[in-house]
T-cell receptor
Framework: DAKTTQPTSMDCAEGRAANLPCNHSTISGNEYVYWYRQIHSQGPQYIIHGLKNNETNEMASLIITEDRKSSTLILPHATLRDTAVYYCIVRAPRGGSSYKLIFGSGTRLLVRP | NAGVTQTPKFQVLKTGQSMTLQCAQDMNHEYMSWYRQDPGMGLRLIHYSVGAGITDQGEVPNGYNVSRSTTEDFPLRLLSAAPSQTSVYFC???????????????FGQGTRLTVV
């Protein structure tokens, strides 16, 4: 699995967009980028994933650069409940050990009132 | 749907005691796994299973055993508890068939274990 690099911590104001970067410069051609978050020591929660096109769902948007070496998770209107640790993970879509999630240290996002 | 259920939520053990952490899922997922999370750190994979009767080791398997006799259950056994095993334990499940895309993993709420 490719390693990822994320800032240790970030903050943003409530109601503003939170942009969380992730570097995955050694990503392989078939590996997807997944984002999870962990709110206050609860079990991690899936947010979104993508391969090379930008993706959007009800929780967030994922922007992947054209060379796929980095990505940004966007929470368009952050709320206090979005305060959490955000993990960026790369993994293959199927087969082998792709079902294993390898967590790094993540980014601790603090949303300020 | 209850999702992934872990029991107990909290446990205190004495050094040398053994115990089993329970994990059950009602989503008919093939894949199940156990992680531990130490304070201020990310999750580390202990053991995982790709289906009933099949288990394998993750990053930090020493001191733990697992079995998968049914699709629904994936218990984690601590053989002889040590203070270094004080941690929060998470169970996860996900669904994938050969040739199909992996789905997202669903996590339980965790078991907070203290070994004194």
């Amino acid at each position: 699995d490719a390693k990822t690099t994320q800032p240790t911590s970030m903050d943003c104001a409530e109601g503003r967009a939170a942009n969380l970067p992730c570097n995955h410069s050694t990503i392989s051609g078939n590996e997807y980028v997944y984002w999870y978050r962990q709110i206050h020591s609860q079990g991690p929660q899936y947010i979104i994933h993508g391969l090379k096109n930008n993706e959007t769902n009800e929780m967030a948007s994922l922007i992947i650069t054209e060379d796929r070496k980095s990505s940004t998770l966007i929470l368009p209107h952050a709320t206090l409940r979005d305060t959490a640790v955000y993990y960026c993970i790369v993994r293959a879509p199927r087969g082998g050990s792709s079902y294993k999630l390898i967590f790094g240290s993540g980014t601790r996002l603090l949303v300020r009132p | 749907n209850a999702g992934v259920t872990q029991t107990p939520k909290f446990q205190v053990l004495k050094t040398g005691q053994s115990m089993t952490l329970q994990c059950a899922q009602d989503m008919n997922h093939e894949y199940m796994s156990w992680y531990r999370q130490d304070p201020g750190m990310g999750l580390r994979l202990i053991h995982y299973s790709v289906g009933a009767g099949i288990t394998d080791q993750g990053e930090v398997p020493n001191g733990y055993n697992v079995s998968r006799s049914t699709t629904e259950d994936f218990p984690l056994r601590l053989l002889s508890a040590a203070p270094s095993q004080t941690s929060v334990y998470f169970c996860a499940s996900s669904y994938s068939t050969t040739g199909s895309m992996n789905t997202e993993a669903f996590f339980g709420q965790g078991t907070r274990l203290t070994v004194v």
